[in-house]
């Protein structure tokens, strides 16, 4: 990203988080998310600490509501997730309410399924119960589909559980899709406890005749 870019959405969020921080008695406490004054250095943004410090006044969600168009997006992940191979807290608030429209777009699916095994475990189960009810539309999409078996793989035994259980309400539709069939494939193969291949034949087995025939000719043509 060129400098000019980069000063830009520095100058952006800066101007989003003055603007909020001014405000105070405007802020909807119940629209916050934890409270921060300070400037964000894009450079440094991966940093444990930073020179954001908390006054409990909170975050309003419209400064997330500012990063949902894709050109937005990508600069944030070309500024901050590729740089830092990781999301980070500050990066992940910046995000909510957005992956789905991230992990649809080519730039963000290949780069999440770069960083995902770095991301810290509170924020990997946001992202899940974020995406949880459009798993079966990210395995049937052109990009997605690549994320889907790597997010599985990354999640620890409950939420893997909580994963199948979602996809197999929707097995009919990802099976019978030339692409949802090869991601379910790399999730069946990843496998490891009888728990997991229970719940998927359980939902085989809720299928008809007539739809288990269509998925043999999909899966073979």
């Not at 999440?112 to 770095?118: A, T």
């Not at 899940?128 to 009810?133: I, K, T």
């Amino acid at each position: 990203m060129s400098i000019d870019r980069k000063d830009k959405l520095e100058y952006n969020i800066q101007s989003m988080l003055d603007k909020l921080l001014n405000e105070e008695d405007s802020v909807d406490e119940s629209l916050c998310f934890s409270g921060f004054e300070g400037k964000i250095d894009l450079n440094s943004i991966d940093q444990e600490t930073t020179n954001i410090t908390s006054k409990g006044k909170g975050i309003s969600k419209c400064l997330i509501e500012k990063v949902e168009t894709y050109h937005e997006l990508d600069e944030v992940i070309e500024s901050s997730i590729l740089k830092n191979n990781t999301i980070d807290e500050i990066t992940h608030m910046l995000l909510k309410s957005n992956y789905y429209k991230i992990i649809t777009s080519q730039i963000g699916s290949r780069t999440l399924q770069k960083v995902i095994n770095n991301i810290k475990p509170n924020i990997l189960t946001e992202i899940y119960e974020e995406l949880e009810e459009n798993l079966h539309l990210l395995l049937i999409d052109n990009y997605s589909n690549y994320f889907c078996p790597k997010l599985y793989k990354a999640l620890n035994k409950e939420q893997k559980i909580l994963y199948l259980l979602k996809v197999c309400e929707n097995l009919n539709t990802i099976s019978l899709s030339k692409i949802g069939i090869f991601p379910l494939q790399t999730i069946i193969d990843l496998f490891l406890t009888d728990e997991e291949r229970d719940i998927i034949l359980n939902g085989i087995r809720m299928l008809s005749k007539e739809d288990l025939l269509k998925i043999c000719y999909v899966y073979t043509n």
